[in-house]
């Protein structure tokens, strides 16, 4: 095209006579001349059709494309990847351990994994556990070994370790004094030189493979008892290795899937993660049958107590009749560790950034999880609430679904509990037997859904109020006099050591000795006594049958209760109006049962066993039942002891036994 | 000379023509082949009047989610238009066979199902044996509206939509959610960034350019095309529904920053009225949705949501709008009958309806009858002791769904211009002192109301 000019003159003559020859061979084929410009013709048609084709093909394709990245179908929220970490292909991680009387550190590459300079603190042996082959903290664990039995418990969770993980450890203060040889010898089996020395305020970094090679030790003996050893500073290399040898080789399932990704990040589970036999992550246990509490939301509360969760969700899971989709569980901060557990289980889990503090922080939690649970699950009437420090009873569904309905159709009641405060392992003895109180024990409930939604949430304590939401459910204006079932027997075990308002003494004191159901599918009796004025007359009956015990006899002896099985008994004490209960306190503190506040009680009425008889307490004047005090009989009055009044303040705010 | 430049003339056209084709259907090929083939699908489709591939693809897809016990639901629109033709029929003969194939043969680019989310167990496996089946998938996730309105509340993200893809047909499976106030929702289908645009022609699809709410609805068991699949049991009714299904989530965010600003009125009062206020509307919704009659939030109670969530506490009102088109005259012996005498009536059917019911202690429903007009719509307000009248003017809105107080309710879409019509540029800022004849943005004096209507356009009880 570029040689074709308009003036042909320009041409040279030679192509023009080129051009002539050729016009002249055409005339002389006229009809073959005619035929190729028709030809040509079509051709051109040809391809200018084609040519609209394509624009009109290509624009519609461009203007699709435009439409379909539209902001119509495109997340508003741009999500900018959070790019990802590159891959770290370094084999070899700097460590740097520090332990000394006041400060502990740990930095892996630079990044600081332990830091604790906190006073009065974090004293003993700080334990972190990484992974071999990416370096990621799986576990962080402090012991106090300057107290009893930490080491145990350090032996135990050295045990769970996997082989091949890598150990850190260092002293913070003091973690020797009840460090026992057995401790010493599972140190030393790890490879440390300096453990079977450890003593008094020495001061101690350690870092090696369990069941492998030493990166480094350092200790510094404390010169005399008054002082601490010098602070020791270890900086070590670790080699890394492939992450195909820091994993375990189960059959590929997607159980065992989410196994390898739960054991590829936290360590301290014991046998879940183990290579040979683990322990299995799914439980199927039997279904119950006409469950009807299979519908029933279930929100765990949890915390930052990722091994008590992992028990509790154990516990859960095992439970007839349990349903894993209607199960959530709210964790209270963003905490990596509790959200590893419930993927492990398959659950589906929310986290909650943690508003105000303390007891607020937890009345909050509280809030949202069961706002966020009934949002969930609009359909539901009522939910399960549970905590992430409860067993839970393997019948626990099975009283529920039993007892329900009577939640929906007796206006009042309050709650259902699995808990019964008072049922000690000498105090609780049916499991068979429901009791109705005037308090609510928590610690597994169930509510109902109009009672949250009209009553409940609209008025929740504020953030700025410090209140402890089930304190703040127990006050009367939100009770309004209604009523909770318990069993006698209770469908839940409080095992948390640890948290807001507990301590190991306050928990071997209160919790320790609490009865905990294990019969499975226990058929409850008489659930239609429980009505509000069925229970009534169900009283009267076990009044009127009742032995009216020896009044003259100090009622904490063991002797006030006959030697007998299967009989009711039942006393009478003072309780002058409605909120005396003086002599109840002291009468609690001599059995043994829950004296902190008033638990358990029915219109002046306390049901508990002794000795396995049913055994009736009745507050005599205040109690309706008085009626049924024999005219001959004086209640007993027992005083308070003067002096144990402070006491009782303290634990009192420990009262709360939630967290 | 001429007829020499003829000829080059024709000769160089052609050469260049020649070329160009050979560019174009390269071009042109080499287009086609990027494309999913979809459009070769259609050609032959159209060419034989039948294409069985979608019916092999859907019989596929229903074959691989019965083995792994999902029950899905036919809500493509196109098909329940044809089913519904022949409901009796098919409704009769639950398996009875039909000669040809006449639903899912009709060719399109996809079909499209739904599945309600509590039904199923989120199992990885299905995937698996989807793609062992040749079925290339995507599933769009994003946030849980149902954790929206919570204070800091992190859950995972929820599958909204799947689309499987097999051939050249693409099944769309649409998650709904069963939310509070007894609805089912469907979440937008929003593409993240490294996703793949091309997959299938989204715009085409016949759910996910907004979020949708439905009624709750009743399956049937069906057999068409030799195939057994489940549809809502009145087609009719569901496909009205898709066409103003558009559901509007509240604005959580801009609420909580709302009360940063200006604290919740938590005292027992404030509590009090919002629960009668909750209640009151609730027995409202019942009554007019009994009657069939089209409602939306208006007022006080559509800024209430629209700026707060929640119902504003010293409001001491419920205000609900109705375009006067759907008035009917039940609507007064209904709420009479619900409980709520009629307190007021201002105005008459052709001009300037309102009315006011009485509900619990003090708790006042207000329903203002709109008036369209070419470019605006309006309603009118009284005022009982000098008869004078008042006009309130809206830009043209058409209406959405949303979620306020556990309840499904309309609202307007626009709702932004609805409350800057009414309240100002300030609507953000809470006002206590306000006087409906001259707080408002838009309100303009209309005249007073003849001597001799009174009686009849101002009644009070």
Known sequence: ?659 | MQKINRNVVLALLLVTSLAFLLFQVCYYKFYVSQKNGAAFSKVRGSLSGQDSTRWHVVRKFLGLISSHNIPVYLIDPLILELVDKDIEQIRSSPDGPSSECKYFCVPRDFTTFALLDKTWKHEVGLFRTAEKMGFQWLKIINKDPRLDGMDDLSGMEIPLHYIFKLASHAIHLVVFYERNGNYLWHGPLRLKQHMDRKFVPFRKLHFGRYPGAYEKMELLHVSIDDLKVQIPKNPSSFLEEISHSRFLECRYREARAFFQLYPDDASLDAVEFRKKAKSLLHLAALTLNNLGVKFWLSSGTCLGWYRQCNVIPHSKDVDLGIFIRDYTAEIIPAFQKAGLPLKHKFGKVEDSLELSFQGDSDVKLDIFFFYEEDDHIWNGGTQAKSGKKFKYLFPKFTLCWTEFVELKVHVPCETLQYVEANYGPGWKVPVKAWDWKSSPYNVQTNGVWPVDEWDNVIQIY
């Open chain 1, 1 to 659: 095209m570029d040689e074709w000019k308009p003036n042909p003159a320009v041409k040279s003559h030679k192509k023009r006579s080129w051009y002539l020859a050729w016009k002249y061979k055409l005339m002389n084929q006229r009809a073959l001349r005619k035929l190729c410009q028709t030809g040509a013709v079509l051709f051109l048609l040809v391809t200018v059709i084609v040519n609209i084709k394509l624009i009109l093909d290509t624009r519609r394709a461009a203007y699709e494309e435009e439409e379909e990245s539209a902001q119509d179908y495109d997340d508003e929220m741009l999500n900018v990847e959070v790019p990802r970490h590159p891959v770290n292909n370094k084999k070899v991680l700097d460590v740097e351990v520090y332990s000394s009387r006041s400060k502990v550190y740990v930095a892996v590459d630079g990044t600081t994994v332990l830091e604790d300079e906190a006073r009065e603190q974090g004293r003993g042996i700080h334990v972190i556990v990484l992974n071999q082959a990416t370096g990621h903290v799986m576990a962080k664990r402090v012991f106090d070994t300057y107290s009893p039995h930490e080491d145990e418990a350090m032996v135990l969770f050295l045990n769970m370790v996997a082989r091949g993980r890598i150990l850190i450890f260092t002293i913070k203060d003091e973690g020797s004094f009840h460090l026992k040889d057995t401790a010493k010898n599972v140190l030393k089996s790890l490879g440390s030189q300096a453990a079977p020395f450890l003593s008094w305020r020495d001061m101690w970094t350690f870092v090696g493979k369990k069941g492998g090679e030493v990166y480094g030790e350092k200790h510094a003996k404390s010169p005399a008892l008054s002082t601490w050893g010098d602070p020791v500073l270890l900086k070590t290399e670790v080699h890394l290795t492939s992450v195909e040898d820091a994993e375990c080789h189960w059959p590929d399932t997607e159980l065992n899937r989410r196994r390898k990704r739960f054991c590829s990040k936290v360590e301290g589970y014991g046998s879940v993660c183990s290579c040979k036999d683990p322990t299995p992550i799914e439980f199927n246990p039997d279904p119950l049958k006409d469950n009807k509490v299979f519908d029933v939301p279930v929100a765990v509360i949890a915390g930052n107590r990722p091994n008590y969760l992992y028990r509790m969700l154990r516990s859960l899971l095992s439970a007839q009749g349990v349903n894993p989709q209607m199960i959530t569980v709210f964790i209270d901060g963003y905490y990596e560790e509790p959200m590893d557990v419930v993927e492990l289980f398959g659950l589906s889990g929310i986290q909650h950034t943690p508003i105000s503090i303390k007891n607020a922080r937890v009345s909050q939690h509280y809030k949202a999880s069961l706002t966020a649970t009934f949002n969930l699950f609009p359909d539901a009437k009522f939910a399960v609430v549970l905590e992430e420090d409860l067993d839970i009873s393997v019948d626990f569904f099975s009283f529920l679904s039993q007892s329900i309905h009577l939640l929906e159709e007796d206006e009042s009641l309050y709650c259902i509990s699995a808990w019964n405060d008072q049922g000690y392992e000498h105090t609780a003895e049916d499991p068979s037997l429901l009791y109705r109180v005037e308090t609510m024990p928590g610690l597994g409930w169930v509510l109902r859904k109009n009672l949250y939604k009209d009553e409940l949430e609209p008025k929740w304590p504020t953030p700025e109020k410090l209140w402890d939401w089930d304190m703040w459910m127990r006050m009367p204006e939100q009770r309004k006099g209604r009523e909770c079932i318990i069993p006698d027997i209770s469908r839940s075990y409080h095992f948390g050591i640890v948290g807001l308002n507990m301590n190991g003494y306050f928990h071997e004191a209160y919790f320790k000795k609490h009865k905990f159901n294990t019969v499975p599918n226990v058929q409850l009796k008489n659930v239609e006594s429980l009505r509000k004025d069925a229970y009534e007359t169900e009283i009267h009956r076990l009044l009127g049958e009742a032995e009216v015990l020896d009044h003259s006899k100090n009622p904490c002896e063991d002797s006030f209760v006959p030697d007998t099985e299967g009989k009711v008994y039942v006393m009478f004490i003072r309780m002058e109006q409605e909120a005396d209960f003086t002599t109840w306190t002291q009468l609690a503190k001599c059995l043994h049962i829950w004296d902190l506040d008033v638990r358990g009680n029915h219109k002046g009425l306390w049901r508990l066993f002794r000795k396995k008889n049913h055994f009736l307490v009745v507050g005599v004047p205040a109690s309706p039942y008085s009626s049924k005090k024999p005219s001959s009989v004086t209640p007993i009055y027992m005083e308070p002891p003067a002096k144990e009044e402070g006491a009782v303040a303290v634990p009192a705010v420990a009262a709360a036994e939630q967290t």
